[in-house]
């Protein structure tokens, strides 16, 4: 909403072209060096909040040129010359040219660069273009002054839905979004010179009808804002950046976050919202979210039964449980086991803490591990058979994922499988002798400076 015409403003308008449309604002700015919209008459108010601001746009084109007027014309020496926009005195004259009525008008070096658009050429905006816009402003006061800033209603009508977190289900967004469209072209049909009272009151009956859109708006969002599932912009812009068209289609559809959407939605509100559900969830198992860890994209758990804290991956866990957060049932249960099989150690410690209570599980049984610091450094470790007294080395993370059962006192893997896991297990065998010779080796040269 414009209420300033400043003097640059006021100079450049006018020697502009287009003024000679607007005879009431010439009038007023002849007598005076700015104008504020306190000095406009109650009956041009209207042009000079909502009609003004594309005047002063046209006038501004109107001048435009090539970088050609970047060189100056003249230079006066010891003597200055104000500009003909700002008044500031100047010793280097350029020169700008109004592209429709051919007037000339002396400005500084400021002044001049706002006037240099090589890309506003180009893109065609000739003489012909900016005359068929001059009369579209015309039209602008018409519209205007019965129905006062309308462009900025339908600005406002278009964009309304975008405004709330909360997605509107196409249900109530499409028609809104349709009628606020037609709106839109009535007003640019008649911009370009349909100049049909149809028109006008057309869009009158369409504008009549907004103040009960609003209002279904307004309830629906106010109903619903605070649903749990509720679909929301925040969900909407982490889908699209995960390039997820079709779950943020079936979002646009609804309104809310179903059993078919569900499992493809861990954005940050979303799980926040709902953390009272996955902790109730958890109720049923020995397990407890202890952290909600965000940067890693998982629930941080931990049970009664073990030091060892691990992590489930949002993803993991919405894919194979997010249903039952509806109250839906899934294809997997959600036992102790599948939590143990989909979960990954946590923490620094964690495998530390891992090793020592494997350790204790394992000694009444045939298999064991030994399992070094600098060995847990490496991702190593090595299962030792009891009955041959030989050792294989694994992965740390394999033998991780094979034991974190054992640890939980879950039944799976049981003593028989996992016995036979270590005793079949391939790869060269170590006495205990040549594992302490390795590892001594190995101490050396982690000890030995880099020269």
Excluded at 24 to 36: A, G, H, I, Q, V
Excluded at 215 to 240: C, G, P, V
Excluded at 248 to 267: A, H, N, P, R
Excluded at 443 to 451: D, E, G, L, V
Aim: proline content about 2%.
């Amino acid at each position: 909403m414009r209420n300033l015409i400043s003097k640059k403003e006021r100079n450049l308008i006018m020697n502009s072209y287009i003024i000679d449309d607007h005879t009431w604002l010439k009038d007023l700015l002849e007598t005076r060096p700015s104008l504020r919209i306190s000095e406009v008459p109650e009956e041009h108010r209207v042009d000079f909040e909502y009609v003004v601001p594309y005047i002063l746009k046209q006038c501004g084109d109107e001048w435009k040129g090539d970088e050609s007027v970047l060189h100056p014309v003249e230079d006066l020496g010891d003597e200055r010359r104000p500009c003909g926009l700002c008044g500031r005195e100047n010793r280097y004259i350029y020169y700008i040219q109004n592209r429709l009525n051919g007037k000339k008008m002396n400005v500084g070096g400021d002044c001049v660069e706002d006037y240099v658009d090589i890309d506003f050429l180009r893109e065609g905006n000739s003489r012909g273009k900016l005359l068929r816009r001059a009369k579209e402003i015309r039209k602008r006061s018409i519209l205007n002054q019965r129905f006062p800033g309308i462009q900025n209603r339908i600005d406002t009508w278009l964009n309304r839905s975008g405004k709330s977190n909360v997605v509107l289900p196409l249900s109530i967004e499409e028609p809104y979004l349709n009628i606020g469209n037609k709106l839109q072209d009535l007003h640019n049909a008649f911009l370009r010179g349909e100049d049909n009272e149809m028109i006008l009151n057309e869009m009158e009956d369409i504008l009549n009808e907004e103040a009960g859109y609003i209002t279904r708006f307004d309830e629906y969002i106010q109903l619903n804002k605070d649903h749990k599932f509720i679909a929301t912009k925040s969900i909407m812009t982490w889908l699209e950046n995960r390039r997820d068209r079709k779950t943020m289609e079936s979002l646009k559809q609804y309104g809310f976050v179903t059993k078919e959407t569900i499992s493809f939605i861990w954005e940050k509100g979303f799980i926040e919202r709902n953390i009272d559900s996955f902790n109730q969830l958890f109720e049923s198992t020995i397990f407890k979210i202890i952290e909600v860890d965000f940067d890693n994209e998982g629930f941080v758990i931990q049970s009664d039964h073990s030091r060892v804290i691990m992590i489930i991956r949002f993803d993991k866990f919405m894919s194979n449980f997010g249903e039952r957060v509806l109250g839906e049932s899934t294809k997997a249960a959600f036992s102790d086991n599948n939590i143990v099989k989909l979960s990954s150690i946590y923490g620094s410690n964690s495998p530390y803490i891992f090793r020592d209570e494997l350790k204790k599980k394992l000694k009444t049984w045939s298999v064991g591990i030994s399992m070094t610091d600098e060995d847990a450094e490496l991702n190593q470790v090595y299962l030792y058979d009891r009955r041959k007294k030989d050792y294989v080395q694994v992965k740390l993370s394999e033998l991780i994922a094979e034991a974190k059962g054992i640890v939980f006192g879950l039944s799976n893997p049981d003593r028989k499988k996992f016995e036979k896991y270590v005793h079949e297990k391939e790869g060269k065998r170590y006495t205990h002798n040549e594992l302490r010779d390795i590892r001594s080796i190995s101490s050396q040269m982690a000890n030995t400076p880099i020269r």
